[in-house]
């Protein structure tokens, strides 16, 4: 299973840590992506994280220099650093795993995670 936390209310220019916990199964072995959906849009995919031993990053352009994906291989979570918020990242952040890199269909998805950027 995997666990997304971390989401919460902020004020744009903000900062918020996202969590995706994995339970059952060593993450490190698999690829980990970071989607979100706000409301009456389509989910789109905002940073990837390969396996460990293939540690490739890519982010969406709208994100990238502001959000940054990393690994904690100790504690089988990948986090989603999220600097300089903008209300335009209002979503629901969901992770997901795979053992291929940037899949069209992943094996895991955690819950969401509600993100709000709002003064």
């Known amino acids: 299973q995997l666990q997304a936390s971390g989401g919460g209310l902020v004020q744009p220019g903000g900062s918020l840590r996202l969590s995706c916990a994995a339970s059952?199964?060593?993450?490190?072995?698999?690829?980990v992506g970071w989607f979100r959906q706000a409301p009456g849009k389509e989910r789109e995919g905002v940073s990837f994280?390969?396996?460990?031993?293939?540690?490739?990053?890519s982010y969406a352009n709208s994100v990238k220099g502001r959000f940054t994906i990393s690994r904690d291989v100790a504690q089988n979570t990948v986090y989603l650093q999220m600097n300089s918020l903008k209300p335009e990242d209002t979503a629901v952040y969901y992770c997901?795993?795979?053992?291929?890199?940037?899949?069209?269909?992943?094996?895991?998805w955690g819950q969401g995670t509600q993100v709000t950027v709002s003064s």
């Open positions: 994280i390969g396996t460990s031993a293939d540690p490739r990053t």
């Open positions: 059952g199964f060593t993450l490190d072995y698999y690829a």
């Open positions: 997901a795993a795979d053992e291929r890199y940037r899949p069209d269909d992943y094996y895991y």
